[in-house]
Structure formats: structure tokens, C-alpha cells
């Protein structure tokens, strides 16, 4: 990978791979710069899980209201085209 992402949502339990093994993947593509990372599952453990993980910006409970999210990704990242298309 050579652009680092500005902001991943990634899903915790979808498999081959979690959302914490895909943030590892990140933090080792881009040490020191991690892009925004929003955590989502319908499982309340993991969630849990992730609301203790420094990567993770925002926890996200399935099913996620879209318009919820470009509000995070706003906030997160200031000047980004998220703020622009906020309904």
C-alpha cells in the first residue's frame, strides 16, 4: 500500500481477518500515521474490546446510521470532504 487512507471503517468480526488485525496491518504500513479508525460490530464484547483500543477513534454498534458516521468522519477530520456532504 502506498497512499495511507484518510479514515477506515473497519468491521471486527468479519472473517478471514478482524478489524483488529486489519488495524495492526495499518499500524505496521504507516507507523507513527495512523489514518482515523472507526471500530464497528454487533457484538457487544468486542465493542468493548475496542473501546479500550488507542486506535480506534469511534466505536460503532451494527447497524450504524450512515448519516451518524459521516458526522464522526466530520468531526474527526476537520476539512475533510465528509464535512462538505453532511445532509
Known amino acids: 500500500m502506498t497512499r495511507r487512507p484518510d479514515a477506515l ?17 495499518f499500524e505496521q504500513a504507516f507507523p507513527g500515521n495512523l489514518p482515523v479508525l472507526l471500530a464497528m460490530s454487533g457484538n457487544a464484547t468486542l ?3 475496542a473501546s479500550g483500543d488507542v486506535r480506534f477513534s ?7 446510521d450512515p448519516g451518524r458516521i ?12 465528509a464535512q462538505t456532504n453532511t445532509p
Request: glycine share 6%; net charge negative; proline share 10%.
Open 70 to 81: 459521516i458526522d464522526w468522519l466530520s468531526r474527526l477530520l476537520p476539512g475533510s470532504a
Open 9 to 25: 471503517l473497519l468491521d471486527l468480526d468479519i472473517p478471514p481477518s478482524s478489524g483488529f488485525e486489519a488495524a495492526d496491518a
Open 58 to 64: 469511534q466505536v460503532v454498534l451494527k447497524p450504524a
Open 47 to 49: 465493542l468493548r474490546m
